[in-house]
C-alpha cells in the first residue's frame, strides 16, 4: 500500500472516531464559523478538518491542502496537492443520516493521481490510483452495463429554476434516487450500484468531486460537464461547476437531455 492511501486509512479512522461523537447531535451541527467555500462550518466539519491536516502535516504527503472550510494550507511535504473533504454530506451527517464520507485526492502539476473516498458508518473505502483501476478495499469495481434510461437508476440534481432539463431527464429514468453526498455518489457508480450522478446546480466544487472523478474513470465511467465536455476545476474551494457521471453507455442520452 503507497504512503498516500495508508494515511487516508488513518485519517478516515480517526475521522470515524470524530463521526462517532458528534454525528446527529446538536453539538456536531452547531455552526462555527464561515468555510473557504463561502457555506457555513458545522462543528463536525471543523473538528474532522483540523484531525485530517494534522495528519497530513505529519506524514509529510504533500506541500499543499486544498481544503472546504480552511481553504489553501501549505505544508512541508516536497511535492503535491491533496484535495480534501473533511466530511462530504454534512447535512447527512448532522441529522444521523448513515450516508456521508470522507474525499481524499493527490495531485501533482494539476492532474489528480490518487483518490479515496471513505464511507465513514459503512466502513467502506474506495480508491483509485491513475491507470491502476477503482477498488473498494482489495476489490477491484466496475461500473454497471446498464445502457437505457428506462432501466437505470441515477441521482440527478438541477436548481430550482431550472426544473425543465432535470425533469426532462427525471422523468426518463427507472429510478430517480437523491443520497447527499457527491463524492459517494460518484463511487456509487464506480461499483455500478447507480448508474449516474449527474448535478447541474453549478455548486459541485474540486474538493467534493477529485477523488470521486478519479475512481469513477477508473472503473470504466465517464466524467464530463453538463455540455459533454472535459470537466476541468480551478484549485478553489469557492468555484462549483457541473458535473455528469454516468456507466458510459448512458453518457450521450444523458446530455441530450440537459445540455
Ligand atoms: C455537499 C454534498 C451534497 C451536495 C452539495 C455539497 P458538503 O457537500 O456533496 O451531496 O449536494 O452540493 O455541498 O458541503 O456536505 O461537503
Ligand atoms: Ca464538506
Redesign the pocket.
Known amino acids: 500500500m503507497s504512503d498516500f492511501f495508508r494515511v487516508c486509512d488513518e485519517i478516515a479512522d480517526a475521522v470515524t472516531e470524530i463521526s462517532e461523537e458528534l454525528a446527529g447531535t446538536v453539538a456536531g451541527a452547531e455552526v462555527v464559523g464561515l468555510g473557504a467555500d463561502g457555506?457555513p462550518t458545522k462543528k463536525i466539519d471543523r473538528v474532522a478538518e483540523d484531525c485530517a491536516i494534522e495528519y497530513l502535516k505529519a506524514s509529510q504527503i504533500c506541500s499543499l491542502v486544498i481544503s472546504?472550510e480552511a481553504g489553501k494550507v501549505a505544508l512541508d511535504g516536497e511535492h503535491g496537492t491533496v484535495f480534501l473533504?473533511p466530511?462530504?454530506?454534512?447535512?447527512n451527517a448532522t441529522r444521523g443520516i448513515p450516508f456521508f464520507a470522507i474525499s481524499i485526492a493527490f495531485a501533482v502539476g494539476g492532474k489528480v493521481t490518487k483518490g479515496y473516498v471513505r464511507d465513514i458508518p459503512h466502513g467502506e473505502s474506495f480508491s483509485a490510483e491513475k491507470g491502476k483501476g477503482a477498488f473498494i478495499g482489495e476489490k477491484r469495481i466496475h461500473v454497471s452495463k446498464t445502457s437505457t434510461l428506462h432501466g437505470c437508476a441515477m441521482s440527478i440534481?438541477g436548481r430550482k429554476f431550472d426544473p425543465n432539463r432535470i425533469f426532462a431527464l427525471g422523468g426518463r429514468v427507472r429510478r430517480w434516487r437523491l443520497l447527499?453526498?457527491?463524492?459517494l455518489?460518484l463511487c456509487y457508480v464506480a461499483a455500478g450500484r447507480i448508474d449516474g450522478f449527474i448535478?447541474i446546480?453549478e455548486?459541485?466544487r474540486v474538493t467534493?468531486a477529485a477523488a470521486g472523478m478519479l475512481i469513477c474513470r477508473e472503473a470504466g465511467g465517464i466524467v464530463t460537464d453538463a455540455n459533454g465536455e472535459e470537466l476541468t476545476f480551478p484549485e478553489e474551494v469557492s468555484i462549483g461547476r457541473t458535473i455528469v457521471a454516468t456507466n458510459g453507455y448512458l453518457h450521450g442520452k444523458v446530455i441530450e437531455y440537459i445540455r
Open positions: 457555506t472546504e473533504d466530511i462530504d454530506g454534512t447535512f440534481y447527499g453526498a457527491s463524492a455518489e448535478d446546480r455548486t459541485l467534493d
